[in-house]
T-cell receptor, first 112, second 116 residues
Framework: DTGVSQNPRHKITKRGQNVTFRCDPI?????LYWYRQTLGQGPEFLTY????????KSRLLSDRFSAERPKGSFSTLEIQRTEQGDSAMYLC??????????FGSGTRLTVV | AQSVTQLDSQVPVFEEAPVELRCNYS??????LFWYVQYPNQGLQLLLK??????LVKGINGFEAEFNKSQTSFHLRKPSVHISDTAEYFC??????????????FGKGTLLTVNP
């Protein structure tokens, strides 16, 4: 297994458009997390899945954001009606806890 | 709730000099502690972690960190840095109580710049 894979690596979109990002975790990791990182800041927690169940959502995740993890495998994060404030790096991580988190390379979103 | 304070936003050092990146955390419960490194436009790579046991933890690339429970600190050290160590370093904690979601809470990062 080559680690956590995120696609696309970069996305430029016009304000008001919808975007979707994909994360493929390490296959044996049942926990999957999404984080958002803005310039000059540490990553901030967005949401968490254990298998296919979404167990927690941050207050940062407005109604325009939705995440899924069908069948407990890959996950998608969709942002509807994007705003310039959504511009950030979106990071996905998976873990078995004692091994520490493995992060993907992230998707950098730019809203113009 | 947990919080993490990285005391220095930027640390410039010369090549082959020792370095210490400071991290303090606040938590009312037991935590796991982590240090991650991030190179430009990349994700985060785990340097080392403290889960339990010996308070001195050795990681990759010659880094080590010491957990000090009384001072709630987890400072990262390297005895001799290389140009290639130039990157952003993040300290993070995770609540390990049963039923917790184990999410990571990060500090704001320390930019280590190694000069020739």
């Amino acid at each position: 297994d080559t680690g956590v894979s995120q696609n696309p690596r970069h996305k430029i979109t016009k304000r008001g458009q919808n975007v979707t990002f994909r994360c493929d975790p390490i296959s044996e990791h049942n926990r999957l997390y999404w984080y958002r990182q803005t310039l000059g800041q540490g990553p901030e927690f967005l949401t968490y899945f254990q298998n296919e169940a979404q167990l927690e959502k941050s207050r940062l995740l407005s109604d325009r954001f939705s995440a899924e993890r069908p069948k407990g495998s890959f996950s998608t994060l969709e942002i509807q009606r994007t705003e310039q404030g959504d511009s950030a790096m979106y990071l996905c991580a998976s873990t078995t806890l004692t091994q520490g988190y493995t992060f993907g390379s992230g998707t950098r979103l730019t809203v113009v | 709730a947990q919080s993490v304070t990285q005391l220095d936003s930027q640390v410039p050092v010369f090549e082959e000099a020792p370095v210490e990146l400071r991290c303090n955390y606040s938590s009312s419960v037991s935590v796991y502690l982590f240090w991650y490194v991030q190179y430009p436009n990349q994700g985060l790579q785990l340097l080392l972690k403290y889960l339990s046991g010996s308070t001195l933890v050795k990681g990759i690339n010659g880094f080590e960190a010491e957990f000090n429970k009384s001072q709630t600190s987890f400072h990262l050290r390297k005895p001799s840095v290389h140009i290639s160590d130039t990157a952003e370093y993040f300290c993070a904690v995770s609540d390990i109580r049963g039923g917790s979601n184990y999410k990571l809470t990060f500090g704001k990062g320390t930019l280590l710049t190694v000069n020739p």
